[in-house]
């Protein structure tokens, strides 16, 4: 049906509707936002403690610790 057909009821329906998920959308976008920064919040390198020398202190990591790889491969689904 198209807009024009339909009464001022069922549009005003529509729009509540539309506005409840366009706030479940956000709440969802928020919640990965949060869930990304959390996971990734790991330093590129990592200091060893007092004493040690700066030689043997650096910690390499693995991309997978760095990239969230499941959520890049959502981005670039969307």
Do not use: T, W
């Not at 529509?14 to 790991?42: D, G, M, P, T, Y």
């Not at 043997?56 to 990591?61: A, I, P, T, V």
Request: a negative charge.
């Amino acid at each position: 049906m198209k807009d024009e057909e339909k009464s001022k009821e069922q549009l005003i329906i529509e729009l509540s509707e539309l506005r409840k998920e366009i706030i479940e959308l956000k709440e969802v976008k928020e919640h990965q936002s949060a869930h990304f920064s959390k996971e990734n919040s790991k330093p590129f390198i990592s200091y060893a403690p007092e004493g040690q020398s700066k030689h043997n202190s650096l910690k390499k990591f693995h991309i997978s610790e760095l990239i969230d790889i499941s959520l890049l491969q959502q981005l670039f689904d969307s």
